[in-house]
């Protein structure tokens, strides 16, 4: 296996790196960097958390003069992604002093328009930064260096006029990367595009599958929750991410996790950005044991010690459950996934086992479980109320006069 040293990098750099506590490359940053650091556009296909961001960050820190204006612009899906990598890039640039800012919405816009008077890398999402443009607050003429991460994500999220519009402002010398979990149509026609005979790099497997464990249980739609919470209570475990398919269900399902003594947080698209940072923090530094979530938590992110996956449902698209259970089972750690299947989704399971036939599934017999009291989200003015009669039912509409 390749050394860092080996790559050609610079001292300042190497130390940083090595006061990171990275030691060894892994094998998207071992394939990756010697073309990046050649100045080719480089295309790679590598899953969440294998490492992508140290790849383009050996870049910047080489090529961005600090004083020198806007020079590196990274676009990501999520305001959380953005957050990260913003992070990431500050740790790697500390030796050469770069002023690196994240710019994404839910967020007052007046300190990131000061930010970018200032700025030499710019970590954005997609409408935020379009924003910018739009008010002409940010220069991207003076670009070198221009990176997708997360791809995929951005454009399943509706975000690739907006991302078209960007790459255009950005001038047409310059170095172009890709990351992204899978290669779609979408993006081979960004690549044909707007990149200059790119180095192509795949690395599937981050995951270790001798490594990962995966079951499922068959339960009453109304059995669901008091299953989950009979398991989380009985299951040896590290840190714990349940998955649901909206808001709303996240909501229903950390309500009822406290309500049953079980130390759980919540985080989806709904929350503000401050409560949202301040949940990862909490799940990431362990104080809070379960996080629930919605899709927004399965890419990009880097958690560490998550030994359980549960999908409380099964979402719609099956690369969405490979990015959910590419949070555990990482790093040579084992970890676990388990799903909890009622009538409701089948179809979808249905849709994971044919597009991943590859994935050994296999099915557990449902133990004794105590139902629960679950108490139901109500209606618009917020009430809670109790709920026996199923664990996760649409409750009675209520009329108002007004």
Not at 350 to 372: G, L, M
Request: glycine content about 8%; overall charge positive; aromatic content about 6%.
């Amino acid at each position: 296996m390749k050394l860092f040293e080996e790559f050609g990098l610079s001292h300042e750099l190497l130390t940083s790196i090595e006061r990171m506590g990275i030691t060894t490359p892994t094998q998207i940053q071992g394939l990756s960097i010697p073309s990046v650091m050649q100045g080719k556009d480089v295309i790679g296909e590598s899953a969440t958390g294998s490492g992508k961001t140290l790849v383009f960050g050996c870049c910047i820190v080489e090529q961005v003069i600090p004083h020198g204006g806007l020079q590196a612009l990274i676009l990501t899906p999520t305001r959380e992604l953005a957050e990260q990598v913003k992070r990431s890039l500050s740790q790697l640039s500390h030796k050469k002093h770069l002023s690196v800012i994240a710019v994404y919405g839910g967020v007052s816009i007046g300190p990131q328009i000061h930010g970018l008077t200032r700025a030499e890398v710019v970590v954005a999402t997609p409408g935020r930064l379009l924003d910018h443009l739009q008010r002409r607050t940010i220069n991207l003429s003076k670009i070198k260096l221009l990176v997708l991460d997360e791809a995929d994500r951005m454009l399943d999220m509706g975000f690739i006029d907006d991302v078209e519009k960007i790459i255009k402002n950005c001038p047409r010398q310059r170095q172009t990367l890709f990351f992204s979990a899978t290669i779609t149509p979408s993006i081979k026609d960004l690549v044909d595009k707007y990149m200059n005979q790119p180095t192509k790099v795949s690395v599937m497997k981050y995951v270790d599958p001798s490594k990962l464990k995966q079951f499922y249980y068959d339960v009453q739609r109304n059995m669901k929750l008091s299953l989950l919470v009979h398991l989380l209570g009985h299951e040896k475990s590290g840190l714990v991410m349940v998955f649901c398919n909206s808001r709303r269900t996240v909501d229903f399902v950390v309500k009822n996790l406290k309500l049953n003594r079980i130390n759980a947080i919540a985080i989806h698209g709904g929350f503000s950005q401050n409560k949202r940072t301040k949940t990862m923090g909490l799940f990431n530094n362990a104080k809070v044991g379960v996080l629930v979530c919605t899709d927004v938590a399965s890419r990009g992110l880097h958690i560490d010690n998550v030994s359980h996956i549960y999908n409380y449902e099964i979402p719609k698209d099956a690369k969405d459950y490979v990015h959910r259970i590419g949070r555990t089972a990482r790093a040579g750690e084992e970890g676990k996934v388990i799903n909890l299947l009622c009538d409701f989704d089948h179809d979808n399971f249905f849709r994971v086992q044919r597009d991943y036939s590859t994935f050994n599934i296999e099915k557990i017999k449902k133990p004794y479980v105590e139902r629960i009291m679950a108490v139901q989200c109500g209606n618009r003015r917020g009430d809670w109320r109790s709920n026996n009669r199923g664990d996760n039912r649409r409750p009675r509409k209520k009329f108002f006069r007004r």
